[in-house]
């Protein structure tokens, strides 16, 4: 059994002579990678002693249960010797893997495919323990960047046993350490984390010392070599001065050491020419990191402290404040009013700031240049880094810089003295590490990991996969303390990239049990109120790209295109919703945008095949709201069949189950009295996701018709403003019906709302009052009219619109009933109390959307999460007692 060599202050397993094998035994068995960690073949059933795969990941977890038992059994005494190379011994190594077939693809775990070959001198071979994620790894596979050719091999962080050491010798790294690394030369598939064995060089891994848990090593290279690269060439920062610290190199006077000829040509101007001599920074100068509780945020101030520097740190000081003031930030500003932070920045360096660092995106890096001292009497220039993006301009005085990443894995001086240092540091215990949130599975289970990312659902940790077994089972291995969120990755060009500024989107949105918002798309013109006051909402393409860009990365999580086919009540002109929900997804990356079906002009075979191919188009964002009409005209105009209301929902209903079945079944055949079909088969049928088994299918209506259409086929039943009592009754009675159709809780409910949010309350009702009184009164009354045909046709006369008054109908869908008009205080209360009913999803609309959906993102979603964090929203009896007057029917 390999045992724990401990005459340095790093974990390393010594190789087993025996290779597993008893001294009994005469006969030399064909040996699997199991023989490295003293297993025999024959295990598990192995009797033929061939490789075998028992179990997912079954080479990893012999491996990490060596290393368990290492570190329980105790440390053997002695040194590090030369041993016979026993893997060179193995016959016919193979091993797990994970490879992307395409675009838009979940990874394939793929078993029994080659070890990759070692070819420099200096290259080494690791068998991964733990793997660090990366939204790279997500986004690359999803919008085929990052991946010359496929099948490809992705991932970027790692930790694991070396279990073949360099042919250069001596060398710092030898067989049985463990270590970690980031795999910086992306396009060299043999050095991609999502193989059970990872080649890379001895130079670009770091040793793992005894105070250091394995996982905490898989989380941390990325942004170590990010954040010491970036200050150490670009800025110039030399950290040989550090008192508190072992001191490190100075990488700038390292770098221009070089044979320029030997620097890949793309970074060749960053190093040598990025920043002069005089420039550099001098201990008590200011730097400023923006998106300062990212992991390369963290990992950068405690750097550039170690360095003698003043660090102000722009960040959600609610979330990460405390943990930035451990760690030595000078001044923290929150992030959340950049004009105010630019202002504070100025402020306390004295106008006199020269060097900053971002960490977040191509906005916030034009925040931080504004921030920059421009011009100074010595004639000094500023410098600003970006590790997303950076302004297409630089302002005078300023010096941008991209981070010259490629010298990592390019020069092997650098990348010794980088990762030397780095092992220093932590032995020293010198820097605090990232926090972990552990993903079970191995291989297998990185695709559900990634979904994770893609969702938003992990804020303020770095996900970390084991490979193998738990390498912290019984050991005294210290736990994680450090909470910081990375979201760094790197991205085709060879830069980081945090994923186009999506932070505050997966921050925001990260509590699986939130409710979530959606807004209107303005896609015909008139804005969403008929009335003639003046609003700063436009209907063109353009426009709402704009809207949508600025709704997801505010926190918005989906958005409802509107069907009109006709002209008619301050609606003159309109775009087609499924086209132009289409152009809305190819501009965002988040957004789930539902797109508006009416029945009659709209057969179910044409839009299961419209959606089912945008669906992968946009990597499942795409949903259907199906409307039954009420527009008597849109019908008649065309051609089509105008039905009473019972038959226009009955119809709606079978148009419904027809997408499901067209959507889910292999040969799908219906006969109804609207739709017939008959081993009918659609491919490709929508993608197949986590909690989604084809493209969710809102539907409206208030009348009884629609709650039995919400009860049987709908996943999401869409309500209008109303009472309180109209509220309950209405859930009260669909939930019902879904139980009758043994559905129960299989329908969720989403609500219209038209939000004004004013300082004031009065301010905000007087904004209400001017929508209602330069109501377009004939637009108004001849929408009154048409709204006949709706919920006052009904069986029941109780319906859709059947008891809004005029001054309701100004707005389409009673949204001034949903009472989101005041304070932001106010509409936040009032939210909760609107998910205590049972409302998941609240659909609002603003008469200026050029600014009222980042207000609405801004100021009130965060307060609705931080009421949701402390308990709100669940307990319907209590948020009646707060807020439920202002909801009572009067």
């Not at 105070?211 to 200050?231: P, Q, R």
């Not at 790209?545 to 609606?571: D, H, N, P, W």
């Not at 079945?661 to 009918?680: C, L, P, R, V």
Request: glycine residues 10%; charged residues 25%.
């Amino acid at each position: 059994m390999p045992s724990v060599v401990s005459s340095s202050p790093f974990l390393s397993l010594r190789p087993d002579h025996d290779c597993g094998r008893s001294k009994e035994q005469t006969a030399l068995p064909t040996r699997t990678f199991a023989s490295l960690n003293g297993i025999a073949n024959g295990v598990n059933g192995d009797t033929n002693g061939s490789h075998s795969h028992n179990g997912t990941n079954g080479h990893a977890n012999s491996h990490a249960n060596a290393l368990t038992n290492g570190l329980t059994n105790g440390h053997a005494n002695g040194t590090h010797a030369h041993q016979e190379d026993e893997f060179l011994k193995l016959e016919s190594p193979q091993q797990d893997l994970l490879l992307l077939h395409g675009p838009r693809q979940k990874y394939s775990l793929e078993r029994a495919k080659d070890i990759p070959e070692l070819r420099g001198d200096n290259e080494i071979l690791v068998q991964v323990l733990a793997i660090g994620l990366n939204p790279v790894d997500w986004k690359g596979a999803d919008y085929g960047f990052s991946q010359p050719s496929y099948p490809w091999i992705n991932g970027r962080d790692f930790a694991g046993i070396v279990v073949k050491a360099a042919r250069s010798q001596p060398s710092r790294v030898q067989q049985g350490d463990i270590v970690f690394g980031p795999s910086t030369d992306y396009r060299d598939v043999r050095k991609a984390a999502y193989q059970e064995y990872v080649v890379t060089t001895d130079y670009n891994v770091a040793r793992i010392p005894q105070n250091v848990n394995v996982k905490e090593g898989a989380a941390l290279g990325v942004a170590f070599v990010a954040a010491a690269v970036s200050l150490g060439v670009s800025f110039g920062l030399d950290f040989t001065t550090s008192r508190s610290a072992p001191a490190g190199p100075d990488f700038l006077k390292l770098v221009r050491q070089l044979n320029p000829r030997d620097v890949p040509e793309d970074v060749r101007d960053e190093c040598f020419n990025g920043i002069s001599t005089a420039e550099r920074p001098q201990p008590g100068e200011w730097l400023a990191i923006w998106g300062a509780n990212s992991t390369s945020g963290q990992i950068a101030l405690q750097l550039a402290k170690l360095a003698g520097l003043k660090v102000a740190c722009v960040a959600d000081l609610a979330k990460g404040g405390q943990r930035l003031a451990e760690l030595g930030a000078d001044f923290m500003v929150d992030k959340y009013d950049p004009k105010r932070a630019i202002e504070i920045l100025r402020a306390v360096t004295g106008n006199k700031l020269r060097f900053a660092f971002d960490c977040t995106g191509k906005e916030t890096a034009e925040y931080l240049e504004q921030a920059l001292q421009s011009s100074t009497s010595n004639g000094l220039n500023s410098h600003l880094l970006g590790l997303t993006g950076l302004p297409k301009q630089a302002a005078p005085g300023v010096v941008h810089h991209k981070m010259p990443i490629k010298l990592f894995h390019e020069a092997h001086d650098f990348g010794e003295s980088l990762m030397q240092w780095l092992e220093e540091l932590l032995v020293a215990k010198a820097l605090r590490l990232p926090e972990v949130d552990i993903a079970e599975g191995g291989l297998a289970g990185i695709n559900d990991a990634l979904d994770r990312l893609r969702s938003g659902t992990v804020s303020g940790k770095r996900i970390v996969v084991p490979v193998g077994k738990d390498t912290n089972s019984n050991n005294n291995t210290p736990q994680p303390q450090t909470p910081a969120a990375s979201t760094n990755s790197y991205g085709a060009d060879g830069h980081i990239h945090s994923g186009d500024d999506m932070t505050y989107h997966d921050r925001i949105n990260a509590d699986p049990d939130r409710l979530k918002f959606a807004y209107w798309v303005p896609n015909v013109s008139g804005g969403l109120v008929i009335s003639k006051i003046p609003q700063r909402t436009h209907w063109d393409l353009k426009s709402n790209v704009r809207y949508a860009k600025t709704a997801e990365r505010f926190g918005f999580e989906y958005a409802l295109s509107q069907i009109r086919f006709m002209a008619g009540y301050g609606a003159d002109n309109q775009h087609e919703p499924v086209s132009f929900s289409q152009a809305l997804l190819g501009a965002t990356e988040r957004l789930k945008v539902i797109a508006a079906l009416l029945p009659g002009p709209w057969n179910p075979a044409v839009a299961a095949k419209q959606i089912a191919s945008i669906d992968h188009y946009c990597d499942g964002r795409i949903a259907v709201n199906v409307v039954s009409g009420w527009f008597k005209a849109e019908f008649t105009s065309i051609g089509q069949w105008w039905l009473d209301h019972a038959e226009r929902y009955r119809r709606s209903r079978e148009f419904i189950a027809c997408l499901k079945g067209i959507w889910t079944e292999e040969k799908f055949s219906f006969a109804g009295d609207f739709y017939q079909f008959h081993d009918y088969t659609l491919k490709p049928k929508p993608l197949v996701l986590p909690g989604r088994p084809y493209p969710e299918i809102f539907q409206g209506g208030n009348s009884e018709d629609a709650k039995e259409n919400a009860a049987n086929v709908s996943d999401f039943y869409f309500m209008n403003g109303n009472t309180l009592e109209g509220f309950q009754e209405q859930i009260r009675d669909v939930k019902a019906k879904a139980t009758k159709a043994g559905r129960e809780g299989q329908v969720r409910f989403a609500l219209n709302g038209f939000v004004i949010c004013r300082d004031t309350e009065e301010e905000a009702f007087r904004v209400l009052q001017e929508i209602q009184g330069k109501a377009d009164v004939e637009a108004v009354e001849g929408f009154r009219q048409q709204v006949q045909n709706a919920g006052a046709a009904s069986k029941e006369k109780g319906g859709m619109w059947a008891n809004s008054k005029a001054e309701d109908l100004v707005q389409y869908n009673d949204g001034f009933k949903t009472k989101l008009i005041g304070t932001k205080e106010q509409i936040a209360e009032r939210i909760c109390l609107l998910k205590s009913l049972g409302v998941s999803i609240l659909l609002v609309a603003f008469l200026h959307y050029d600014e009222e959906i980042e207000q609405f993102g801004r100021e009130i979603l965060p307060l609705v999460r931080e009421l949701e964090k402390e308990g709100r929203g669940k307990d319907e009896a209590f948020e009646i007692g707060l807020t439920g007057e202002v909801y009572r029917k009067k």
